[in-house]
């Protein structure tokens, strides 16, 4: 049996129930939080590989090897982003609970850089 196989089982198996928990949470810390959990099953799933026997096989994983670190520095990035706005609206509102945070632009008028962070939000949720 070959030793990637479990691995990729396992990170499969990873990958779901964290999108599955993700789904279920109202707390937006929480639901980055299970969707970093999910994007680190998918990477250990990348970077396994099940068994390396055809050449084509061979060139896809190290493609995936070196590929790897730049997603990884990427999602650091971004979900660092989407973090700081979640602190962001939580100073701003007090609020944690997606289902009580409807009309963000009322209570965050008084900040002077709201379009930034807006913007900022918006272009790290997009990647």
Request: aromatic share 8%; proline share 3%; with cysteine.
């Amino acid at each position: 049996m070959v030793v990637g196989v479990p691995i990729l089982a396992a990170g499969g198996g990873t990958a779901v129930l964290g999108i599955l928990h993700a789904l279920m949470q109202n707390d937006v810390k929480r639901v980055l939080a299970y969707s970093t959990i999910e994007i680190s099953a998918y990477l250990c799933r990348a970077w396994t590989g099940a068994g390396v026997r055809h050449e084509w096989m061979a060139r896809r994983r190290c493609a995936g090897f070196d590929r790897g670190p730049v997603h990884v520095l990427n999602h650091a990035l971004f979900k660092s982003i989407l973090f700081f706005g979640a602190g962001a609206v939580l100073t701003a509102t007090g609020e944690r609970n997606m289902d009580r945070l409807g009309g963000l632009i009322h209570p965050m008028r008084s900040r002077v850089r709201v379009p930034r962070c807006v913007c900022r939000y918006l272009c790290a949720a997009a990647a």
